[in-house]
């Protein structure tokens, strides 16, 4: 079993930034990639970021590439989400997530944090 546990969220204006970060215990949760998705109102969950425990490679969605970077601290067992030049676009609840790769090289993200929410004004 992996834990996820998210903080950080909160209310920005335009052009601010914000820095989420993910608490991960478990036996196992170095076996896993990380991720952060999020969830606008009334829209489906999105894929923003990706990265293993190593570090590398990083993988983002192309509206925040350029804005948001995905970084790992081994030490504390967290990953976090820089988010820089926010627009009311970025307005969700953002989650963490544990995923495994397939020989496909499909990710299927099988745990996952309660969510975070930011709020962008303009």
């Known amino acids: 079993q992996v834990q996820l546990v998210e903080s950080g969220g909160g209310l920005v204006q335009a052009g601010d930034s914000l820095r989420l970060s993910c608490a991960a215990s478990?036996?196992?949760?170095?076996?896993?990639?990380m991720g952060w998705f999020r969830q606008a109102p009334g829209k489906e969950r999105q894929f923003v970021s990706q990265i293993p425990w190593s570090g590398e490679p990083t993988r983002y969605a192309n509206s925040v590439k350029g804005r948001f970077t995905i970084s790992i601290d081994n030490a504390k067992n967290t990953v976090s989400l820089q988010m820089n030049s926010l627009k009311p676009d970025d307005t969700a609840i953002y989650y963490c997530a544990a995923g495994t790769r397939n020989v496909y090289g499909i990710y299927a993200w099988d745990y996952w944090g309660q969510g975070t929410r930011v709020t962008v004004s303009s």
């Open positions: 478990g036996r196992t949760f170095r076996d896993y990639t």
